[in-house]
């Protein structure tokens, strides 16, 4: 099974709403990441988590807040949010293998639209 | 660090034709090199990867692609185009990275395919 899942498939939420999206693996992969995809650009990384630690922030506003509960599971939570936040957003996840292979395999995302 | 320069932003081809979507890459150490397709409103699919063990690799959905380090290109190619190879495709490159249990990808622009009938 080399499925990732995302819920909510879409979110509409006000600039001054509180929500969460939420990510889920069962492979077994011990890396979890987030990307925010704008319209026809490449995937932008945002957070990695390796063993449920933050490893890696790409100086992501502090609206964005990420929480890896578990080794399954990956939320990020939304707060305050500009309309310039509307996007895809994509969780993925990997194998800590060796010699930096980290084939990443990618969840469908959340279409967010902030208003 | 390590880049990819995807060239033409727009492939179109023919239904049947030959599909050749181009991909160059920089990197100071030997690289892991990646195809993802991504449809309308979806997530990345890997199509396939590099990871050394031979030059030219096969993947999914009969597209394979040619790891070239003296032109450090990876290009994607498929003998004959579907409709349903209509789709954004990226290329991207992760760098061997010792001591971390996790990889940095690094894409590039897209390409967007379009299959005429």
């Known amino acids: 099974d080399t499925e990732v899942t995302q819920t909510p498939k879409h979110l509409v939420m006000g600039m001054t709403n509180k929500k969460s999206l939420k990510c889920e693996q069962h492979?077994?992969?011990?890396?979890m990441y987030w990307y925010k995809q704008k319209a026809k650009k490449p995937p932008e990384l945002m957070f990695v988590?390796?063993?449920?630690?933050?490893?890696i922030n790409e100086s992501v506003p502090s609206r964005f807040s990420p929480e890896c509960p578990n080794s399954s599971l990956l939320n990020l939570h939304l707060h305050a949010l500009q309309p310039e936040d509307s996007a895809l957003y994509l969780c993925?996840?990997?194998?800590?293998?060796?010699?930096?292979?980290?084939?990443?395999?990618f969840g469908p995302g959340t279409r967010l639209t902030v208003t | 660090a390590q880049s990819v320069t995807q060239l033409g932003s727009h492939v179109s081809v023919s239904e049947g034709a030959l599909v050749l979507l181009r991909c160059n890459y920089s990197?100071?150490?030997?690289?892991?090199l990646f195809w993802y397709v991504q449809y309308p409103n979806q997530g990345l699919q890997l199509l396939l990867k590099?990871?050394?063990?031979?030059?030219l690799v096969k993947g999914i959905n009969g597209f394979e692609a040619e790891f070239k380090k003296s032109e450090t290109s990876f290009h994607l190619t498929k003998p004959s185009a579907h409709m349903s190879d209509a789709a954004e495709y990226f290329c991207?490159?992760?760098?061997?990275?010792?001591?971390?249990?996790?990889?940095?990808?690094?894409f590039g622009q897209g390409t967007i395919l379009t299959v005429h009938p």
């Open positions: 590099y990871t050394s063990a031979a030059t």
């Open positions: 993925a996840s990997s194998h800590p293998g060796t010699g930096g292979f980290y084939e990443q395999y």
């Open positions: 492979m077994g992969h011990r890396a």
């Open positions: 988590y390796s063993y449920e630690k933050l490893s």
């Open positions: 991207a490159v992760s760098v061997r990275a010792g001591g971390t249990s996790y990889g940095k990808l690094t």
């Open positions: 990197s100071s150490v030997p690289p892991y």
